[in-house]
């Protein structure tokens, strides 16, 4: 026979924290004597502030939220179980008014298509990416159907003099071409998509826009359709090349709890949908446009500029909120200057704002600009840099000297070279770039003098003696930071146990003691 519970009508109405409307001093347990059996039969009664004696229903202090769900725990006390009931107005809820039932099918709704499309554990600034994602992949998604429609129609496609065989032959070659074009760029790129992965995946993202344009083209020039849906599709091969290999580092970004694969997989989710969605936007506008043909023919250039300025500017949004834990030598830099300066490490979120797309024109504005890799013979100072290789012993994995470097925008300019030694660890890595900050920081007190001493290429004694002091003077800071500044880098969630360098920076120097 079914037990009858009665709950009483607040029971399912509350907001959070849930509250019982009586408190739970202490479970008594009695045992009581069964007639003629002997048995014995252990009951479970509770006393509770404000009612007096036993009771057989209590609630208890233990929600379940599962499928859009939320439950409650309850104690029937007539039957010795537990019981697990819905509290948020489903099916079992007392509370079964209109205005109700629609509020809560959808929270319902949203929590099911939240589970859907987002993981279960990732990071805070997850929804905003995936929010500029959506902008960009359905704009992208519609810009494509439009293009290949361009093309079917340069080829001939759907005319009676349309050759099959010579559209799959040229469809073959510009395929061909492109994928090995995009092995060519895979290898010849390949430390960049760690080093630089924001500019590398914007530029693709520029690069992927254009292609479509040049796609949209074919029909205007149908005689240069190989060359043209050649160099389209090598664009195209490149920007997927670049996609697939800074996926994982962008999914690694958001996932909090190593759940990486659950993240990825998400991922695959949101871009079918999304670009499903764009492939609906491209069919109404040619369902629009039917019944008139130039309209149709000219609506890829009409939306063209439009579509592919809210899909960059999509991307462009979407990378802000990709916040990279890895450390590379522009963020380390930031990261140490905002120590030097400030007296405190930055969050991961707060270098991603700092440090931006990181084009390579805005590169080199700063005043003393730091450069890891080797020393050029041609430098304005030989001397120095002479003098620094043999001040070297077995012990040092690192030395810095000045240079003058030439920027893309900008006329030649000092700046600061660290040369690192093989088998340099990440400390030393670090531990040098915070000395050439200190450097640099110390330079620029007196930054005139310092620029005239270099421009006139002076190598005078003293100022051979206060350069070594001043790097002397930044070693021993540096150390004594160091520490401290790797606790708290850790603290922060910054990967410290290895540094991203590019081909250039890693370019290293051995140590020969004859």
């Excluded at 109405?13 to 009581?32: D, E, H, I, N, Y």
């Excluded at 009951?43 to 007096?52: A, R």
């Excluded at 939306?303 to 500017?313: E, G």
């Excluded at 660290?418 to 670090?430: K, P, Q």
Aim: hydrophobic fraction near 40%.
């Amino acid at each position: 026979m079914q037990s009858t519970l009665y709950i009483p009508s607040d029971s399912y109405c509350f907001s959070c924290p849930w509250q019982a409307p009586f408190k739970l001093r202490r479970p008594q347990f009695l045992t009581k004597t069964l007639g003629s059996s002997n048995s014995l039969k252990t009951s479970c009664e509770h006393e509770f502030e404000g009612v007096d004696g036993p009771i057989s229903t209590a609630r208890l202090p233990v929600v379940i939220r599962r499928w859009g769900r939320v439950s409650r725990y309850f104690w029937n006390g007539s039957e010795s179980r537990l019981q697990l009931v819905r509290v948020d107005g489903g099916a079992s809820s007392l509370c079964l008014n209109f205005d109700d039932g629609l509020n809560n099918l959808f929270a319902l709704c949203s929590s099911a298509v939240r589970d859907f499309f987002i993981p279960q554990k990732v990071s805070g600034n997850y929804m905003d990416y995936v929010k500029w994602k959506f902008l960009h992949r359905v704009f992208s998604s519609a810009l494509q159907v439009l293009a290949t429609q361009s093309m079917f129609r340069a080829i001939g496609i759907g005319y009676s003099r349309s050759l099959p065989s010579a559209a799959a032959l040229n469809w073959v070659l510009k395929d061909g071409l492109g994928r090995l074009c995009r092995c060519i760029y895979t290898a010849s790129l390949a430390s960049a998509f760690d080093t630089n992965l924001k500019r590398v995946r914007f530029s693709t993202s520029v690069l992927f826009s254009l292609s479509i344009g040049v796609e949209l083209l074919t029909p205007a020039f149908p005689n240069y359709f190989l060359l043209l849906a050649t160099i389209a599709n090598i664009a195209k091969q490149v920007t997927v090349a670049c996609y697939l290999a800074t996926g994982s580092a962008v999914h690694r970004s958001f996932a909090i709890a190593d759940n990486l694969g659950e993240v990825s997989a998400k991922a695959q989710i949101q871009m079918v949908c999304f670009d499903n969605l764009g492939l609906m936007l491209a069919a109404v506008l040619n369902i629009l446009c039917k019944n008139n043909q130039r309209l149709l023919a000219g609506l890829p250039f009409v939306v063209y500029p439009i579509f592919s300025a809210i899909d960059l500017f999509g991307i462009y949004q979407g990378l802000k909120h990709v916040h990279l834990q890895t450390l590379t030598k522009d963020r380390l830099e930031i990261i140490l200057n905002m120590w030097i300066q400030l007296g405190y490490v930055p969050s991961p979120a707060e270098v991603s704002k700092e440090e931006g797309i990181s084009f390579p024109w805005s590169k080199g504005r700063e005043l003393w600009p730091i450069r890891i890799g080797c020393l050029d013979p041609k430098g304005r100072l030989p001397k120095l840099s002479m003098l620094m290789m043999q001040s070297l012993s077995s012990e040092d994995f690192y030395f810095i000297c000045m240079e003058a470097c030439r920027g893309l925008t900008r006329p030649e300019q000092q700046g600061i070279l660290l040369c690192l030694r093989e088998g340099a660890s990440t400390t030393d890595v670090i531990s040098g770039l915070l000395q050439a900050c200190y450097v640099r920081k110390k330079l620029l007190l007196n930054r005139t003098r310092w620029k005239n001493i270099v421009e006139d290429c002076d190598t005078s004694d003293t100022f051979v003696r206060e350069w070594f002091q001043v790097v002397e003077d930044s070693k021993q800071s540096a150390q004594r930071d160091l520490n401290l500044l790797n606790e708290e880098m850790l603290r922060l969630g910054w990967t410290v146990k290895n540094i991203l360098l590019s081909a250039d920076e890693q370019v290293k120097y051995r140590f020969v003691d004859d």
